[in-house]
Nanobody, 115 residues
Framework: QVQLVESGGGLVQAGGSLRLSCAAS????????MAWYRQAPGKQRELVAT???????IYADSVKGRFTISRDNAKDMVYLEMNSLKPEDTAVYSC?????????WGQGTQVTVSS
């Protein structure tokens, strides 16, 4: 099994930055893909960014050029660097991974962007 714990959320003004972290309970070198999702109140969960096979980085159109996903296999961590934040980025952000055919999710961290 894989346990994922997110951190780094908070309240930030529009135009600001946050860095989300996702700590895994086991080595992530063979966990592909790993991703960040978000869900705003009353909306469906949205895929924000993914590190896929071959280290391909995939982003939602709404965050391209502003968000950057990365992983540190030595620390078993996945990060989401968020810049130029907008009020519409407000959501609960969750880390997700698929390992041996099973999906794993963290509990989420709240990001609130004030205008």
């Amino acid at each position: 099994q894989v346990q994922l714990v997110e951190s780094g959320g908070g309240l930030v003004q529009a135009g600001g930055s946050l860095r989300l972290s996702c700590a895994a309970s086991r080595s992530i070198f063979d966990i592909i893909p790993m991703a960040w999702y978000r869900q705003a109140p009353g909306k469906q969960r949205e895929l924000v960014a993914t590190i896929a096979s071959g280290s391909r980085l995939i982003y939602a159109d709404s965050v391209k050029g502003r968000f950057t996903i990365s992983r540190d296999n030595a620390k078993d961590m996945v990060y989401l660097e968020m810049n130029s934040l907008k009020p519409e980025d407000t959501a609960v952000y969750s880390c997700a991974a698929r390992w041996r055919g099973t999906e794993y999710w963290g509990q989420g961290t709240q990001v609130t962007v004030s205008s």
